[in-house]
């Protein structure tokens, strides 16, 4: 089985700084807003060289997202930057109706998602943006893996024409997606081949999947790997293509089990091909205060999680067969 | 445009937004009435605009946004009349399939309307970053906008108005429908706001008072002086005292014709007050 590895640890929020540093320097139009997060969001860079070009709000969130949707009418591209929290459920019907019911051109920025925000507890720790965001009417929903992949993701938005959610996060982990492989919005990327499970991951859980997929095979088990970072619109060819293969499918996300990732491929599934499935997700409940580690393993979120998981979701696949 | 020309189109435009309301037994007469010489002296005399090309972006041009989404029927017309689309559209306001929505959207395409409002208290964050763009584009143009009284008491309009002032947003006029009235009643009685011109001085804006906001030529001069204020490091507030359905003799002085439409005997009698001076739709 393909194998990935490490090639050091860095954090989601810097691959997102750097992409706009990138996008500074390529696209005039770039303009990036920050609400006081200047420093946690990686936007120092880009408020230094173009220091025309952005923003900085105040704690004002609401503001800013009007002021990112006003933006767009003359041209801007305005990149929105704070904590997943203020950037989705405080301003949520700023951007309902200024941005997604408006059709804007604003790219939603927004760091420290989900538990692994870590010390700060539940209420900087959403687990609930990625339903909030992908209920809206043609907002595409993206959720890179690591270090790479957010850049490269951060870079590609500025292509694409309409409101997107580019959900990142704080803690180092492991970078291992390929340096300046392209981000194509919209296609899941399968990371390895299998034919009993299919692992579908989005986010920091991609890695957990990667690493589950290794203890898999040592017992046998032949792990497909896919990362869905664009959660909305989903690759559904690429979900019913693995499942087809597969016969069923382990879910994985840093999120509330209702309205995130999972329901989005369970649509899928019974609309086309019904197949067992496990949810490996926060189980409708808030967080707490802790290192990201130790949430992780309390909220079952990592890669022993998905391997219990998968034996119970391959467990039923056989009843389901038998 | 003379004094005369402005006055038969407002005329007009109280006919057309009574005549709208009526025929759906829907949406907000009152607040539409009250700012109708307002819009028609921004659309017809003092906005530098392009009606018949009209390109979201509005690069070259002054822009407008209603904030306060749900007086649509003035906006509506005065978008029409000033021929944006053709005004026979106006016939299909709140119906099915109608680019005329409730409340205003770009969704549907419709010319003139730059963004949705309706959900109060945004326009004017909008308005900043519309403001905003036109200095990076070294666009000279202007940026206006209209905000209710009542919608003054949401509280991202005071994180907008704190910006504007800090980051000197000095291309930008934001006009506030002082009817002093909301849906409960009165804005004195539901939350009373004192004095709304002090908040904004204080707030380090330019404060105009248009005591007569249904005259003309208050509003015509209180517009020449805003737009000379402009370009000075400050935005500028224009209180408009309003009178809530003016130009209806049983609309005024209340809140009860907010979001109630005519019916048959009241529309004609509101027509007997308003000629027809343009042609209804």
């Given at each position: 089985m393909k194998k990935y590895s490490d090639t050091g640890t860095k954090d989601t929020r810097s691959g997102f700084g750097a992409g706009l540093l990138e996008l500074g320097n390529s696209n005039k139009n770039v303009v990036g807003l920050c609400a006081d997060l200047t420093g946690s969001l990686k936007m120092n860079a880009f408020a230094n060289q173009h220091p025309d070009r952005f923003f900085q709000v105040g704690i004002a969130e609401a503001n800013m997202i009007g002021i990112a949707a006003g933006l767009t009418i003359g041209g801007k591209i305005p990149f929105t930057g704070t904590f997943a929290n203020f950037s989705t459920g405080r301003v949520y019907d700023q951007i309902r109706q200024s941005i997604a019911y408006s059709g804007k051109n604003v790219k939603i920025c927004a760091s420290h998602a989900g538990l692994t925000l870590g010390e700060d507890g539940a209420t900087h720790q959403i687990l609930e943006d990625l339903g909030l965001m992908k209920m809206l009417p043609n907002m595409?929903?993206?959720?890179?893996?690591?270090?790479?992949?957010?850049?490269?993701?951060?870079?590609?938005?500025?292509?694409?024409?309409?409101?997107?959610?580019?959900?990142?996060?704080?803690?180092?982990?492991?970078?291992?997606?390929?340096?300046?492989?392209?981000?194509?919005?919209?296609?899941?990327?399968?990371?390895?081949?299998?034919?009993?499970?299919?692992?579908?991951?989005?986010?920091?859980?991609?890695?957990?999947a990667l690493k589950a997929s290794e203890k898999l095979n040592s017992m046998g088990i032949g792990a497909e790997v896919i990362n869905m970072a664009t959660v909305k619109p989903l690759d559904e060819k690429m979900i019913l293509n693995s499942t087809k293969k597969t016969g069923c499918v382990v879910t994985a996300e840093e999120h509330n089990r209702f309205g995130g990732l999972g329901e989005s491929v369970a649509q899928v599934l019974v609309t086309n091909t019904p197949a067992p499935q496990e949810f490996v997700a926060v189980n409708d409940s808030f967080g707490e205060s802790g290192t990201p580690t130790e949430l992780m393993v309390k909220y079952g979120l990592n890669a022993d999680a998905i391997v219990l998981a998968t034996h119970k979701v391959i467990k039923r696949k056989n009843l389901f067969r038998a | 445009?003379?004094?005369?020309?402005?006055?038969?189109?407002?005329?007009?435009?109280?006919?057309?937004?009574?005549?709208?309301?009526?025929?759906?037994?829907?949406?907000?007469?009152?607040?539409?009435?009250?700012?109708?010489?307002?819009?028609?002296?921004?659309?017809?005399?003092?906005?530098?605009?392009?009606?018949?090309?009209?390109?979201?972006?509005?690069?070259?041009?002054?822009?407008?946004?209603?904030?306060?989404?749900?007086?649509?029927?003035?906006?509506?017309?005065?978008?029409?009349?000033?021929?944006?689309?053709?005004?026979?559209?106006?016939?299909?306001?709140?119906?099915?399939?109608?680019?005329?929505?409730?409340?205003?959207?770009?969704?549907?395409?419709?010319?003139?309307?730059?963004?949705?409002?309706?959900?109060?208290?945004?326009?004017?964050?909008?308005?900043?970053?519309?403001?905003?763009?036109?200095?990076?584009?070294?666009?000279?143009?202007?940026?206006?906008?209209?905000?209710?009284?009542?919608?003054?008491?949401?509280?991202?309009?005071?994180?907008?108005?704190?910006?504007?002032?800090?980051?000197?947003?000095?291309?930008?006029?934001?006009?506030?429908?002082?009817?002093?009235?909301?849906?409960?009643?009165?804005?004195?009685?539901?939350?009373?706001?004192?004095?709304?011109?002090?908040?904004?001085?204080?707030?380090?804006?330019?404060?105009?008072?248009?005591?007569?906001?249904?005259?003309?030529q208050e509003i015509d001069a209180a517009l020449t002086e805003a737009k000379g204020k402009l370009g000075n490091g400050k935005p500028v507030c224009l209180l408009l005292q309003t009178d809530m359905g003016n130009g209806v003799d049983f609309m005024m002085g209340t809140h009860k014709w907010h979001g109630i439409a005519p019916n048959d005997e009241q529309l004609l009698s509101a027509l007997s007050q308003n000629e027809e001076t343009l042609g209804d739709y």
């Open positions: 595409v929903v993206i959720n890179p893996c690591d270090y790479n992949q957010t850049k490269a993701a951060t870079i590609a938005i500025a292509d694409y024409d309409g409101p997107v959610y580019l959900r990142f996060g704080r803690p180092k982990v492991p970078n291992f997606t390929a340096t300046n492989a392209p981000f194509i919005i919209g296609k899941g990327d399968l990371l390895t081949e299998g034919s009993d499970v299919t692992i579908i991951a989005t986010g920091h859980l991609v890695w957990e | 445009m003379s004094h005369d020309n402005l006055q038969a189109i407002v005329s007009q435009v109280r006919r057309d937004i009574v005549r709208m309301v009526h025929a759906v037994k829907s949406g907000h007469p009152g607040g539409s009435l009250g700012c109708a010489e307002y819009l028609v002296s921004l659309y017809f005399k003092h906005m530098n605009h392009q009606p018949k090309n009209f390109e979201m972006d509005g690069i070259g041009q002054d822009i407008f946004f209603l904030s306060n989404g749900h007086i649509s029927p003035v906006i509506y017309s005065v978008l029409a009349r000033a021929g944006y689309f053709d005004i026979s559209e106006l016939k299909t306001f709140r119906k099915l399939n109608s680019r005329l929505q409730g409340h205003p959207t770009t969704h549907e395409g419709l010319e003139g309307i730059r963004i949705a409002s309706g959900s109060l208290g945004q326009g004017l964050s909008v308005a900043i970053g519309a403001a905003t763009a036109k200095k990076l584009n070294k666009d000279c143009c202007f940026i206006y906008t209209l905000l209710g009284d009542g919608e003054l008491q949401e509280g991202q309009i005071w994180e907008a108005v704190m910006y504007a002032s800090a980051k000197k947003v000095d291309n930008l006029i934001a006009a506030v429908d002082v009817n002093e009235k909301q849906i409960d009643g009165s804005t004195d009685d539901v939350l009373a706001m004192g004095s709304i011109g002090a908040k904004f001085k204080a707030f380090d804006w330019v404060v105009i008072h248009v005591t007569q906001g249904n005259d003309l």
